[in-house]
């Protein structure tokens, strides 16, 4: 995952949202690779946020359906970088 991350070539972001985020295993490495942008983690399952919740207190965790959820979460601004699994990183 790591390896997949460092090969982005977006030196910046300043939003990035992790879809299917889980207990937030991903979220966390996507804070480490990018420390300044504001990344939020989506979930669909009440368990998995709330395990990320309890593990990272301070990170910003959304209970969502990916299928559903407008990817501006936050008011008049969109994510710049949607990875999901750690598997596909897209910027959009």
Known sequence: ARDLLARVAVAEPRT???LGCGP???TRLLHERWPAAAVTGLDSSVDMIAAARADQPDGSW???DIARIHLSVVPEESFRI???SVA???EI
């Open 16 to 18: 990035v949202i992790d």
């Open 24 to 26: 937030g295993n991903s």
């Open 62 to 64: 959304q209970l969502g």
């Open 82 to 84: 949607a990875v999901w």
């Open 88 to 90: 596909e990183v897209v």
